[in-house]
C-alpha cells in the first residue's frame, strides 16, 4: 500500500507551478459585486472545470495574469448608456498593452434588452472594439432569440461573444451558457 502511494505520487503535480500549468484558460469578468456578470464566469468555470479555468476579477487582475493562459475569455456587463462596467475602464488599457496575440479570445456579455433596447450588451461591444487582434476571436453568438434596437456588439448578424440577459430573460441563462462553452470547446479545439 504505502508503495503504490509513494509511486503514485510522482504523477501527481508537486508545485504550484505544475498545477497552474493545467490551467489553460483564464476567465476575467467585471460586474457588479457578485452580480450577473460573476455568477455567469462561475457557471462557465464549473462547465469547463475547475482544473482547466481559473477566474480573476478585473479589479484586481494584471498583465501577468493575462498572458499566463493561452485562452481567454473576457466578461463585462453593460453600464451607464453602453459603457463597460467601470472596473473594466482601467483594465482595458491593461489588456491593450498585453502579450496576448497568440491567444484565442471570447467575450461574454451581460446586459438588458428591455431597458435598454438602444445600447443592448454595448459593453462588449466596446471590449471588441478596443482589442488590437480581433482576428483571434471566437465564439460568435446569434443574435436570434433577442429583441433591442441597436448594439455596439452586433457584427454582420451575430453578436461578438454570448449575450446574456438576467434582467428579462434569466430562464434562458443556464441553457446559452452551456451551448456557448460546448462551442467554445469546439473552437478552442479542447476535445
Ligand atoms: C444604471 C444602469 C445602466 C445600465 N445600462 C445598460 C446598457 O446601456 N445596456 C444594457 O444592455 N444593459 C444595461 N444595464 C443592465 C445591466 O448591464 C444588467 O443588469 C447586468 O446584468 C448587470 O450585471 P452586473 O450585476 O454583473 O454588473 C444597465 C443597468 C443599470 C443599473
Redesign the pocket.
Known amino acids: 500500500m504505502f508503495r503504490f502511494i509513494f509511486a503514485a505520487s510522482f504523477l501527481l503535480p508537486d508545485n504550484d507551478e505544475e498545477i497552474h500549468n493545467m490551467v489553460k484558460i483564464g476567465i476575467f469578468?467585471?460586474?457588479?459585486?457578485k452580480?450577473?456578470?460573476?455568477?455567469?464566469a462561475e457557471s462557465m468555470v464549473n462547465h469547463f472545470g475547475k482544473d482547466k479555468t481559473a477566474l480573476h476579477n478585473v479589479n484586481e487582475a494584471t498583465r501577468e495574469d493575462l498572458e499566463k493562459y493561452d485562452y481567454l475569455i473576457l466578461g463585462?456587463?453593460?453600464?451607464?448608456?453602453?459603457?463597460m462596467?467601470q472596473d473594466w475602464e482601467r483594465f482595458i488599457d491593461v489588456l491593450v498593452e498585453a502579450s496576448i496575440d497568440q491567444k484565442k479570445i471570447a467575450l461574454f456579455?451581460?446586459?438588458?434588452?428591455i431597458?435598454?433596447?438602444?445600447?443592448?450588451?454595448?459593453?462588449m461591444g466596446t471590449v471588441f472594439c478596443r482589442l488590437p487582434f480581433k482576428e483571434n476571436v471566437v465564439g460568435f453568438w446569434p443574435t436570434k432569440g433577442y429583441s433591442?434596437y441597436f448594439?455596439t456588439a452586433e457584427k454582420d448578424g451575430n453578436f461578438v461573444g454570448l449575450a446574456?440577459?438576467?434582467?428579462s430573460q434569466p430562464e434562458l441563462t443556464g441553457e446559452r451558457i452551456a451551448k456557448w462553452v460546448a462551442q467554445l470547446k469546439a473552437e478552442f479545439k479542447l476535445n
Open positions: 469578468y467585471g460586474g457588479s459585486q452580480g450577473s456578470t460573476y455568477k455567469a463585462t456587463s453593460a453600464w451607464g448608456i453602453g459603457e462596467h456579455g451581460l446586459g438588458d434588452q431597458e435598454y433596447p438602444e445600447s443592448f450588451v454595448d459593453g433591442f448594439s446574456l440577459d438576467e434582467d
